[in-house]
Each structure stands twice: as structure tokens, then as C-alpha cells.
């Protein structure tokens, strides 16, 4: 006889996801190089990751976008002194409703994948593999579009003073980055 499904719950409910998500990108921005306390990505990435975890889209997109915005905010705040506010609040909104998109398919993964693969390997191995991948897909396209994108959003560029750089030599940036959300994930 089939095994029940039973529904996938989130591990934080959206009243404590949504304050997770403001923490991991406060946390996530003061891993990069301006700050560099490389191993607050670390932690930043397993909390938005434990906020995302049995999300459905609805949720997933809010997480996203409180992530997202904030995290971008951050980190392209320099733009404000040059444009002024307005472009740079407009800078932040568009990169967080991307990321905010972008980050949907995460919790898809958590919830499909051990259901298509159920094996131990699969969750130890496949499921960090496809979760990475995935946030690296997310930081290649916010880091190409609009007008090239902020490649140096990605999770990897927080890494340049960490023991970990080197490993951006052999990789790529991408190759770090999926390498440090596959240990986390």
C-alpha cells in the first residue's frame, strides 16, 4: 500500500519567516567585501533558506521579496548618493521582485525532490545540488539583467578575504557560490 502524502509545513510560520528574512539579508550584507565578515554568509544563507522551506509560491514570493528588497537596498545603497532616492528605492523594489521570483522554485525543490528521489543519497547529495544550483541560476540572471545586473551580488563575492577565495580560481565566482549553498543546504 502507497505510503500517505502527508503536506509539507513550513518550518517557521510567515510571521517569523518574513523578521528571518530581514535578518539573513541585514547578515548577508555584512558578509560583503565593504564590511567583510565573510562567515555571516554562511548563516544568512541557511536562515533565508530555513524561511523558504515549505513555502508554498504565495509565501515563497513574500520571503523573496522582504529578502530581496532589503538585501538590495543594502547593498546598492551608494546609487542613492549619486541619483538620489527615488532611483535607487526603484533599483531595490525591481532587484527584490526578481529575486522575490526567482526564489519561488527553492521551496518547490525542498517539497518535490524527496518525493521523486527518496533515497538517503538523494537527500544528502541531490537535493543540496538542485537547491544550489538553483540559487546560483538566481544570481546569474539578477546578475545580468537590468543593464548588466549586479554580478557582484552573488554570494560568492563575499568570500574574497575568506579561506574559500581560492576556490573561486578553480570555479568561478558561481562555482563558489553554489559550493557554499550546497554545504548549507
Given at each position: 500500500m502507497p505510503e500517505p502524502r502527508v503536506p509539507q509545513r513550513p518550518l517557521l510560520p510567515l510571521s517569523l519567516a518574513l523578521p528571518a528574512a530581514a535578518m539573513a539579508a541585514l547578515l548577508m550584507n555584512l558578509s560583503y567585501p565593504s564590511t567583510a565578515v565573510w562567515v555571516l554568509a554562511f548563516p544568512a544563507t541557511a536562515l533565508l533558506l530555513v524561511a523558504l522551506i515549505g513555502r508554498r509560491a504565495g509565501?515563497?514570493?513574500?520571503?523573496?521579496?522582504?529578502?530581496?528588497v532589503l538585501f538590495f537596498g543594502l547593498l546598492?545603497?551608494?546609487t542613492s548618493r549619486y541619483?538620489?532616492?527615488l532611483p535607487w528605492a526603484a533599483l531595490s523594489v525591481l532587484e527584490?521582485?526578481?529575486?522575490?521570483?526567482?526564489v519561488i522554485?527553492?521551496?518547490?525543490?525542498?517539497?518535490?525532490m524527496p518525493?521523486?528521489?527518496p533515497s538517503v543519497w538523494a537527500r544528502l547529495l541531490l537535493l543540496p545540488?538542485?537547491?544550489?544550483?538553483?540559487?546560483v541560476g538566481r544570481e546569474v540572471f539578477v546578475g545580468s539583467w537590468p543593464y548588466g545586473g549586479f554580478p557582484w551580488a552573488r554570494l560568492g563575492m563575499s568570500?574574497?578575504?575568506?579561506?574559500?577565495?581560492?576556490?573561486a580560481s578553480w570555479t568561478g565566482v558561481s562555482g563558489l557560490s553554489f559550493l557554499m549553498v550546497f554545504l548549507v543546504a
Open positions: 509565501g515563497a514570493l513574500a520571503v523573496g521579496l522582504v529578502y530581496g546598492v545603497s551608494f541619483l538620489g532616492p527584490g521582485v526578481l529575486t522575490a521570483v526567482a522554485l527553492i521551496p518547490l525543490a525542498y517539497r518535490w518525493r521523486a528521489f545540488a538542485v537547491v544550489a544550483a538553483l540559487w568570500q574574497a578575504e575568506s579561506p574559500l577565495a581560492h576556490v
